[in-house]
Nanobody, 127 residues
Framework: QVQLVESGGGLVQAGGSLRLSCAAS????????ISWFRQAPGKEREFLVC???????????DYVDSVKDRFTISRDNAKNTVYLQMNSLKPEDTAVYYCAAADGSRGLRTWKNMNYWGRGTLVTVSS
């Protein structure tokens, strides 16, 4: 079992940056795959990026095209934390951002495959 808590959301102007954190507690953190999703009002939950452990100090990342040039995921296993650095934010990035953990490393783009969820952090980008 792992518990996830997101932080770092807030209000930012278009073109600005935010860094979200996903702090985990519970079982060994580095064996989990972590995905970030977001959900805007009236829209479906959207996959953004995931990071998996694929060996000693080696990670695999997968980004959705709409954010891959602006968002960067990283993880610090010593701190049990995954980060999402978001640059060049746009008003359409406004949403609640969630991190989620999975026991496996497949299907991480699909929210139904994730085993554990945080409660989310709100990001609002003003124009």
């Amino acid at each position: 079992q792992v518990q996830l808590v997101e932080s770092g959301g807030g209000l930012v102007q278009a073109g600005g940056s935010l860094r979200l954190s996903c702090a985990a507690s519970g079982r060994t953190f580095n064996s989990y795959s972590i995905s970030w999703f977001r959900q805007a009002p009236g829209k479906e939950r959207e996959f953004l990026v995931c990071i998996t452990w694929s060996g000693t100090n080696t990670y695999y990342t997968d980004y959705v095209d709409s954010v891959k040039d602006r968002f960067t995921i990283s993880r610090d296993n010593a701190k049990n934390t995954v980060y999402l650095q978001m640059n060049s934010l746009k008003p359409e990035d406004t949403a609640v951002y969630y991190c989620a953990a999975a026991d496996g490393s497949r299907g991480l783009r699909t929210w139904k495959n994730m085993n554990y969820w945080g409660r989310g952090t709100l990001v609002t980008v003003s124009s």
